[in-house]
């Protein structure tokens, strides 16, 4: 993620919805259709892509695992959730 460091803000509409700006939504990497994750920390929350928290996630759990396994980007993932399918769909 960028280390770019800005403040910007947006209105809630009446139905909880928010526009992330632009700016933010390039920051983020997210495009119309991603998903975004909200963490919440007490009165805190962050705004993060999906799949690289997702991504982010799975290293950790994996203790590094995935790391060694070359699952370095969610393309990586998406790949191999692929292939795994297609061997299972062969047998």
Not at 16 to 21: D, K, L, S
Not at 49 to 62: D, H, K
């Amino acid at each position: 993620m960028s280390k770019t460091a800005f403040v910007n803000d947006a209105r809630v509409m009446s139905k909880g919805q928010v526009t992330i700006p632009k700016d933010v939504r390039a920051v983020l990497g997210v495009e119309s259709g991603d998903r975004v994750t909200f963490i919440v920390d007490g009165n805190n929350v962050r705004v993060v892509n999906s799949a690289v928290y997702a991504l982010m996630r799975f290293q950790e759990q994996m203790g590094g695992e995935a790391e060694k396994a070359g699952f370095l980007t969610e393309e990586a993932v998406a790949e191999w959730i692929t292939r795994s399918r297609r061997e299972e769909n062969a047998e």
